[in-house]
């Protein structure tokens, strides 16, 4: 009997009740929208459009360079007043093309609908994907055309759909799922005839009935497609799990889930690639969650990529108090921000603000590791947190790497389980950094 | 949008935390010694309450005071202390004078705990660390056991002792056994409080049913084995069982955080290889109980069976890390 899972993992409280019945709202486009040219994993964009230009929504404003990237384009129609370095949720300042808006959404020529997409080539659905600038909108936002493109000796036997969505109060998936279900399937048919030996799997978490209802039905028809239910547990919708838990299969260590013939896409990315193949309407808005207790409207909102934080906090009736905590994606893996001046990327998938009265705002002082094992046994990895911590904690980098730290996704289990409040993963990243870098990295705080 | 952003908390993800800790692991632990506590004083009289509670604030205050003396962040409050002093008093013998038993709490947290650097870097479990050392300055007070439910402190053989001198007919009946209603330590006679005990733990998560189910296990097929070769009965196994100190030692010692190993392969290692030291022991070793040296000795090789039985890493087919 399969069990739709894997091994490891925790049980978090999902906290999903305040957002998950509330449909999607189209939000309005703010007075300015400031535009990465870096949303993606790889190669910033070269800027194409100048100070004073005129620009269309949908129209590219920083083109790819090399395969590993992906076009940006302006979510707007309005007039570029400059080009200025925000901060991005990972921390880095990026320069984003600023775009005043006119309000009058003129689209852009080449967005027209596509005569006939049934009958589109794997190439030219390909070309349509890597010209509408589609990544990998679950949060890693790997370019979406890369990953249909594995090398040839690969055999892409599965598409994976990753509706799982498993980090507490993100629903943004969930509503696409249940809102936009017909896209989704059409991108997942389009995906699929890119990589012709491929059966295509949907697989959703067993706390979404409503979505599972709905695909069920949908997919009575599909040959080709079927539906995934998986037990909640996180973390499920990590690549890596994911895959495991639909086929069994494990991507080697170091390596991509082509190793073992699959392809993982996120829901959203689907419904992306439907718009992009039969409109031509490249990737200029996205769905996510703005909640927490620090927010007088918890809501999904479908937001134009490059919005600022500050404006969708705007939107969503305010803070309630003072924020203590702001988090961009979700409370497992998201980044705590600094500040609300950072614009919304193509890897958004939400917005988490706590106040002072949330659990979430605090931290608990770090005590010496009680070797209780908690960690070693919700590790999805099999691999031992708490010592490679402690050889991170010391400097001893061969030794984490012997720990296989590099192995570690980061997922944050480990720290979740930790009764003496240890910041696994914290230390764990530090190693992965020294690791990766050959001993080049930043200098160790934790070293005198 | 005024810039209210500031003073934000800037720390690394997760930003969600189970509501486990290491104070309320302590107190789970506590709790789940409270059925045998209560037997301790429904069997041996208010005396070993008496013991228990001078245990627990004589470790409390040692720790107190080397912590003190040590410079290190007092850490009284997170209950591991009062946890070790409630441990070895249940493993005294009921008529233990109060100052023995305070020694061996002391004793327990210092040699057993402080000078290793406090909680998590012992090597050997502190309770059992105490109760060695009591039983080696005070062997003949460490060995006088007295019939439960007694009005004086009547001295008897514990079933252990019965067992290990062939004395099979004066033994007490497996329901005494059981309940705990024959002599021997404070708080390990009732294998029944224990086993509560021992399943709240489960339970709440705290401990992994892998030692104490292992350790168990071991000691159950071994004194088969050695019963059906002896002719001994059925019932052989469960003697062994039910008496001295193993349902406390498989559920409470053994499971100790610090001293068990952190892999799942290991722990079951360590269980098993303590029923067969605990076995040896009480079978053909000198002594009648075999529990607390077997935790001890196993408590050294932990490291190894940690470094020896590394979980496969997924994804990977050889078994990592390998050691130079």
């Known amino acids: ?448 | 949008m005024e810039n209210t952003n500031n003073n934000l908390l800037i720390a690394s993800s997760p930003h969600i935390h189970s509501s486990n800790s290491l104070d309320l692991a302590m107190r789970d632990v506590l709790l789940a010694l409270l059925p045998a506590v209560f037997a301790a004083i429904l069997f041996f009289g208010l005396h070993s309450f008496l013991v228990i509670t001078v245990c627990a604030i004589s470790a409390v205050f040692a720790e107190f005071v080397a912590q003190k003396i040590m410079k290190r962040t007092v850490s009284i409050s997170d209950g591991s202390a009062a946890l070790t002093g409630v441990l070895l008093a249940l493993c005294l013998p009921p008529s233990i004078p109060l100052w023995i038993a305070a020694i061996g709490a002391i004793s327990a947290i210092i040699i057993g705990k402080q000078v290793f650097g406090g909680l998590g870097h012992n090597i050997f479990n502190p309770a059992h660390v105490g109760r060695a050392i009591l039983l080696a300055s005070w062997p003949v007070a460490m060995t006088t056991w007295t019939l439960p439910m007694a009005a004086d402190a009547i001295a008897s053989a514990t079933p252990l002792a019965l067992m290990k001198a062939n004395n099979f007919a004066e033994l007490p009946s497996l329901a005494s056994m059981f309940l705990g209603n024959i002599s021997g330590s404070i708080g390990e006679t009732s294998a029944l409080a224990l086993l509560l005990g021992g399943a709240y733990l489960i339970w709440r998560g705290q401990i992994d049913w892998k030692i104490p189910a292992s350790y168990l296990g071991t000691v159950a097929i071994l004194t088969s084995i050695y019963g059906a070769i002896n002719g001994l009965g059925v019932i052989y196994p469960f003697y062994h069982l039910f008496s001295g100190g193993l349902m406390i030692g498989a559920f409470f010692m053994a499971t100790d955080w610090v001293t068990s190993p952190i892999t799942k392969k290991g722990r079951l290692i360590f269980g098993i290889c303590l029923g067969i030291l605990t076995v040896l022991i009480r079978l053909k070793g000198g002594l009648n109980e075999g529990v607390c040296y077997s935790i001890l000795i196993m408590n050294m090789a932990t490291p190894l069976i940690d470094r020896y039985s590394k979980a496969r890493i997924f994804g990977k087919k050889r078994k990592e890390p390998k050691h130079e």
């Not at chain 1, 019945?21 to 070269?46: D, E, F, M, N, R």
């Not at chain 1, 100070?51 to 269309?56: A, M, Q, S």
């Not at chain 1, 892409?156 to 799922?177: K, S, V």
């Not at chain 1, 980044?335 to 193509?346: R, S």
């Open chain 1, 1 to 448: 009997m399969k069990k739709n899972s894997f091994f490891g993992g925790v049980h978090i409280d999902a906290h999903k009740e305040f957002t998950n019945t509330l449909s999607i709202i189209t939000a309005p486009a703010p007075k300015t929208v400031y535009i990465p040219l870096s949303q993606h994993i790889g190669v910033p964009c070269q800027p194409i459009v100048k100070i004073g230009d005129e620009v269309k929504m949908g129209q590219m404003v920083g083109e790819s360079r090399g395969f590993v990237s992906i076009p940006v384009h302006s979510s707007v129609s309005g007039r570029v007043t400059g080009i200025q370095r925000k901060p991005t949720a990972n921390g880095r300042f990026v320069d984003c093309i600023v775009i005043q808006n006119d309000f009058e959404d003129t689209l852009y020529e080449s967005i027209i609908a596509t005569e006939e997409p049934d009958k589109l080539t794997a190439k030219e659905i390909l070309e349509k994907i890597t010209n509408s600038g589609v990544a990998g909108m679950g949060g890693a936002t790997f370019p979406t055309h890369v990953k249909l493109s594995p090398p040839p000796d690969k055999n892409i036997e599965y598409i994976i759909l990753n509706g799982i969505e498993c980090e507490p109060f993100l629903t943004a998936d969930h509503r696409i799922l249940v809102e936009r279900s017909e896209k989704i399937l059409q991108g997942l048919i389009y995906l699929l005839k890119t990589q012709p030996l491929a059966k295509g799997l949907i697989a959703i978490e067993d706390n979404k009935p409503d979505a599972i209802q709905i695909f069920s039905r949908l997919l009575e028809k599909q040959q080709n497609i079927s539906l995934v239910i998986c037990p909640e547990k996180y973390p499920q919708g990590s690549e890596k799990q994911l895959i495991y838990a639909c086929l069994e299969r494990e991507v080697p260590a170091g390596g991509l889930p082509s190793d073992v013939g699959v392809i993982v896409q996120n829901v959203g990315t689907a419904a992306a690639i439907t718009d992009a193949v039969e409109q031509n309407m490249p990737l200029i808005e996205r769905v996510l969650t703005i909640n927490g207790n620090g927010i007088a409207k918890p809501q999904n909102l479908s937001v134009r990529i490059g919005t600022l934080y500050s404006d969708l906090v705007e939107l969503a009736g305010g803070f309630i108090a003072s924020p203590s905590i702001v988090i961009s994606g979700g409370l497992m893996m998201g980044t705590a921000v600094f500040t609300l001046d950072i614009p919304v990327t193509k890897g958004t998938s939400g917005i988490l603000v706590f106040n002072d009265s949330s659990p979430f705002a605090k931290r608990e002082r770090e005590r010496d590791c009680a070797r209780c094992a908690k960690c070693v046994d919700v590790c999805p990895m099999s691999l031992e947190p708490s010592s490679i911590a402690a050889y991170a904690r010391k400097g001893r980098w061969e030794d984490a790497e012997r720990f296989e730290a590099i192995s570690c996704v980061e997922c944050g289990s480990c720290a979740f389980v930790c009764p003496c409040q240890i910041p696994l993963v914290q230390y764990i990243r530090l190693a992965k950094q020294y690791i990766t870098s050959k001993g080049q990295g930043p200098t160790n705080p934790l070293v005198k």
